[in-house]
């Protein structure tokens, strides 16, 4: 039996698996957030590690840390989408784990009275059309090797309404647990999964941003989490190596939760 630590509320670096030695893994928005703490998690799991961001500072720092490769890139663009896929491909002559993860939410997404179009439309581009970009890249090559994990992020809010609504933000997160559920669906019997993971509010420098500009939101949220703290990017990282691996290979077409109860919840404790 491989060792293991129990994660911990502050993230501290836990003994992991080595479920994904030999495999490629390529991750977006890898450059911070839930992105650089997965890109961090596959890599001490073995896998080969593409990091892939807009940023080139943080995707490259992210990169050499991981000992990974960096590629540059603006996932609305289906043309650099294609050259994402190809480098992991060329480079490492597979690509088995598509984390399709990166995405945006910003303070102009607020409630549908007050998004303008401009808002909604970036937001739905970096959030659902890059996935769908990203998983029709990603699919010819898991075909043809018979197996692959594609692994897009949603959010807890695609599956229950919030009164502090973020209009586009959660109409893209509950387009991606859709696209996710139909692919899973219509290519599993060529071996290839795909799970929408589902994250709750997690410490990273997105949700910082938000709720420091509005700390009665931030509040008013907090409240609603059973185990009274939002997550780490760690232990949502973990949740995506355990979906990246075989330990995960009965598990298709899922929305995966990780949000510390609150989708489970009518009155948190006190």
Known sequence: M?????????GREAAVCRRLVGRTAVVTGAGSGIGLATARRLTTEGAHVVCADIDEKA?????EETGGLFVQADVTDPEQVEALFRTAYDTYGSVDVAFNNAGISPPDDDSILRTGLEAWKRVQEVNLTSVYL???AVLPYMQRQGRGSIINTASFVAVMGAATSQISYTASKGGVLAMSR???????????RVNALCPGPVNTPLLKELFAKDPERAARRLVHVPVGRFAEPEEIAAAVAFLASDDS??????EFLVDGGIAGAYVTPL
């Not at 290979?249 to 899922?254: K, R």
Request: with cysteine.
């Open 2 to 10: 491989t060792e293991q630590t129990t994660p911990s509320p502050a």
């Open 59 to 63: 995707g490259k720092a992210a990169a």
């Open 134 to 136: 990203c998983c029709k």
């Open 182 to 192: 139909e692919l899973g669906v219509q290519f599993a019997r060529e071996g290839i």
């Open 249 to 254: 290979s009965f598990v298709n077409a899922a």
